[in-house]
Each structure stands twice: as C-alpha cells, then as structure tokens.
C-alpha cells in the first residue's frame, strides 16, 4: 500500500512524501501521528480486505486508552469492518484490536 502523506501549514517538514507499507495480518500504528491514524486505518483495511484478509490487528497500545477508543470508534464508520475487539492477551490484550473483515461478497464472514 502506498500512501501519501498530507503536509499541512503548521507541520514540521517532511523527509519524505511517500509512505509504503506492506499489508501484512497486522499494522502497528506506533510510528504514526495520531492525525494521519484515520486515513491510515482505512486505507489498511481497504487494502487488507482487497488482498483476502478476513481478520487483521490493529496494534494501538495500551496508554490510556484514548487510541484505542478512537480506533474502535473510527471502524463503526469502516464499511468493510464486521465486528471488533480487544485482542486476547496474547496478541496484545486491549494494546491491539482485532478486526474481522466482511467477506468479498459483502457477507459478514
């Protein structure tokens, strides 16, 4: 996936524009900006589910809570989002969220 990054009027300069990212079962969110994890989620699951994946991670980390709340908020609005939850412990306990992707047909798989 790649993607490009917006600059806006008060951002530091980039290094670079262009962001790739491979789409794998799982996308730590660690290395992002809290503004850029919205566009990013979406364009990840889009590209997750294009590619057959029927659940991925989101890695979000544990903190207070308040990415983890923004996250789950934001796949309520993900129409290729079927249902989600905290990760079991060992896959990140609620530091990660598991999300199962619909099926290609649009069922719930």
């Known amino acids: 996936m790649t993607r490009l990054r917006k600059q806006r009027p008060d951002d530091p300069p ?34 997750a589910w294009e590619k057959g994946f029927r659940q991925v991670r989101l890695i979000h980390g544990r903190g207070k809570g308040v990415q983890r709340a923004r996250i789950q908020s934001l796949l309520a609005k993900i129409p290729h989002a079927n249902s989600w939850a905290d990760a079991p412990a060992e896959r990140g306990g609620w530091g990660a969220t598991l999300v199962q992707l619909c099926d290609p047909d649009g069922s719930q798989g």
């Open 14 to 47: 980039l290094d670079e524009e262009v962001v790739h990212l491979q789409i794998t079962e799982a996308l730590d969110l660690h290395d992002f900006a809290p503004r850029e994890i919205p566009e990013l989620v979406e364009a990840y699951l889009e590209a």
